[in-house]
């Protein structure tokens, strides 16, 4: 690395304003790390991180940042094998930001995917980390940075056997707003200078930072790096007057649509300098901090799904990036998905769905499961493995029995070789708090056992079906999650395997009702990807939730009278929205109107003989009426 000298004196140890930690590895050839400063924390002494011989990077200006100038020396740290990973502390830093930045040169032939280098919690625990990648196109390289292991990776192409300075914020939070730059030439005097980052995101931070590291997970990961600096503030910037506090946003709409969001922004340090405001998205109002000392600023019209990064200019350089929220809509019971959406899409992206953790998504595969007496519509979903949970919420239910039920294929069971199992569906208090679970316990590739569980724990405390199921089979699977309300750990699940459609509740498959702490209410209905060992390859299809057996399994199209005597219904086809039904007795008659594919559609009593059917659309329906106990199906036409 070229270092520049005018006071012999100045050493590694001379840190400028807001810096924190300050290496450019001036230390004899071959030297250890854990010989000058930095800590061991695994790995031992194996393959112990040390510096090349005469191996310094160099990068105009870089240098420079730190105010020294004079002549060319220095080595640099090796990340070239499978070993001891170390940490150089620091006084931990519990509120603000973290800037941290280095030169990196990756060899050609060694680029393994993983992390190499962030920031701890001054300990083993990692509070941010830097990745590299080999790109898909052959000879390049992808920079990551994630707070968790795994990495958000930028879409440019690197090259390797190239010197890059990266640069990283990280905001000292619990939820850890992160962002990176990689540049190549030039070293940007302000945040705002930068331009955007190769990524920004947020999630499972770290609130106190106190080290940084260096972590060799492979031989196959040959890395150089020098010119490590920590900051405060952008390569020590003079503080801003200015301060921003944590963001709120809110939704202006939950709808199946893509809604906008606003944000809102507190500030305090204001009228102490002409500040400019710009925004990557939507409109700015609010206050403005060029003349008012406290107050918020506003930004509006921003499109679900999309991030804003705020950055202020001017009296000083701030940048701000807010994660957008997804406005998705609480769907009503009775709830019914038939994954109508484009093959290949993530569910996750769908306004009906959330997703939750990280890691690959849960894909609409092509075509359906098929049942007799279900007709399936739209497409079905596959997932295995590890990866990203998708959560659907639904009207919170606190009593009765709460029902879901989906069609489940299991294409194989090779590699599910947990001896206990894993659960892949169920019911949710919160996205965490999760309960009706649905589990697979492999018998061999070819054939499993099904169990159910109150809550989510092991499976000593899992009830399984004593039958063993194939895969490549398509099951029509009923769970139902009984609140009781004498203690607080006696609700009752229950599992139904392939009920006959249109018939009453019959007698269940097997029940768990073991003492778990009962979940308060059910508000999501979630699919999980747990692991490789314990999620096995799966489809799902024709999901339905709802409070009533009819809700889950649906009528059939076959109609029956039930001696209604004397039962009639017209218009047949109605045109003007209102339906008319009289019997012998005219008794109080309730009416459910389904779909061709089983979905309730209208639910009401008959009122003066009449049902209101106005908002049906043109097509074929089938009614089902009760009156005094007796039940009739008849099929409708609406023009």
């Not at 854990?34 to 800590?39: E, H, K, P, R």
């Not at 930001?97 to 990692?126: E, M, Q, R």
Request: glycine residues 10%; hydrophobic residues 35%.
């Amino acid at each position: 690395m070229k270092k520049l000298y005018t006071l012999l004196l100045i050493t590694v140890s001379t840190l400028s304003f807001g810096q924190v930690l300050s290496d450019d590895f001036n230390y004899t050839d071959n030297a250890l790390l854990t010989d000058n400063g930095w800590t061991g924390f695994s790995g031992g002494t194996t393959e112990a991180v040390d510096v090349g011989a005469s191996n310094g990077l160099t990068y105009a200006g870089y240098s420079g940042v730190t105010g020294i100038t004079g002549a060319v020396e220095g080595n640099a740290a090796r990340l070239d094998q499978t070993g001891q990973d170390v940490q150089r502390t620091f006084t931990s830093i519990t509120s603000g930001t973290i800037y941290y930045s280095f030169l990196i040169n990756v060899d050609a032939a060694n680029a393994a995917t993983g992390y190499s280098v962030g920031l701890t919690t001054s300990g083993t625990t990692f509070g941010n980390r830097f990745f590299v990648k080999p790109s898909t196109n052959p000879g390049k390289i992808n920079f990551g940075i994630s707070n968790t292991s795994t990495a958000n990776y930028s879409a440019t192409d690197f090259d390797t056997n190239t010197t890059y300075l990266i640069i990283v914020r990280y905001d000292v939070t619990a939820t850890g707003n992160y962002s990176m730059w990689v540049k190549s030439s030039g070293v940007p005097a302000t945040e705002v200078a930068a331009g955007a980052p190769e990524v920004s995101n947020s999630g499972s931070g770290s609130a106190t930072i106190g080290g940084f590291f260096f972590r060799q997970h492979t031989a196959s990961q040959n890395l150089t790096i020098d010119g490590v600096r920590i900051y405060t503030t952008w390569f020590g910037e003079t503080p801003c007057d200015l301060t921003l506090g944590a963001e709120i946003t809110s939704c202006d709409a939950t709808t199946l649509g893509l809604d906008n969001y606003t944000i809102t922004i507190p500030f305090t340090g204001g009228n102490t300098a002409a500040y400019t405001l710009t925004a990557s998205t939507g409109t700015i109002s609010g206050d403005d901090p060029s003349t008012t000392a406290a107050g918020d600023i506003i930004i509006t019209g921003v499109a679900e799904g999309t991030n804003v990064t705020l950055i202020v200019s001017g009296g000083c350089s701030i940048s701000k990036t807010i994660t957008a929220p997804e406005c998705k809509p609480v769907n009503p019971l009775p709830y019914y998905e038939g994954f109508d959406y484009t093959v290949a899409n993530a569910l996750g992206a769908e306004q009906m769905w959330t997703n939750a953790n990280s890691g690959d998504d849960i894909l609409v595969a092509d075509g359906n499961l098929s049942y007799t007496g279900l007709t399936s519509n739209g497409n079905s979903i596959s997932f295995d493995g590890a990866g990203i949970d998708c959560f659907s919420p639904i009207t919170p239910t606190s009593a009765g029995t709460v029902y879901y039920s989906f069609l489940l294929n299991v294409p194989t069971m090779a590699g599910a070789t947990d001896a206990n199992g894993g659960y892949f569906a169920g019911f949710g208090e919160t996205s965490t708090n999760l309960g009706a679970t649905l589990w697979t316990k492999r018998i061999d590739d070819a054939s499993f056992n099904l169990g159910i569980e109150v809550r989510t724990a092991n499976a000593a405390n899992t009830t399984f079906d004593a039958t063993t199921y194939q895969t490549g089979q398509t099951y029509f699977v009923v769970v139902g999650y009984a609140f009781n309300a004498a203690t607080g750990s006696d609700d009752v699940v229950s599992l139904w395997v392939n009920p006959v459609v249109g018939n009453a509740e019959p007698a269940t498959t097997i029940t768990d009702t073991h003492a778990a702490t009962d979940l308060v209410n059910i508000s999501y209905f979630f699919l999980r990807q747990d692991s490789t060992t314990e999620t096995p390859s799966i489809l799902i299809d024709e999901l339905r939730i709802g409070t009533a057996w009819a809700d889950v399994v649906p009528v059939t199209a076959s109609l029956t009278d039930n001696n209604i005597n004397g039962l009639t219904m017209y218009p047949n086809p109605v045109t003007g929205g209102t339906l008319h039904l009289t019997s012998t007795a005219n008794a109080t008659m309730s009416v459910q109107i389904f779909d061709v594919v089983g979905k309730e559609v209208v639910k009401a009593d008959v009122v003066n003989n009449t049902v209101n059917v106005a908002k049906l659309t043109a097509g074929v329906y089938v009614v089902k009426i009760t009156e005094e106990g007796k039940t009739a199906t008849r099929k409708l036409v609406v023009q």
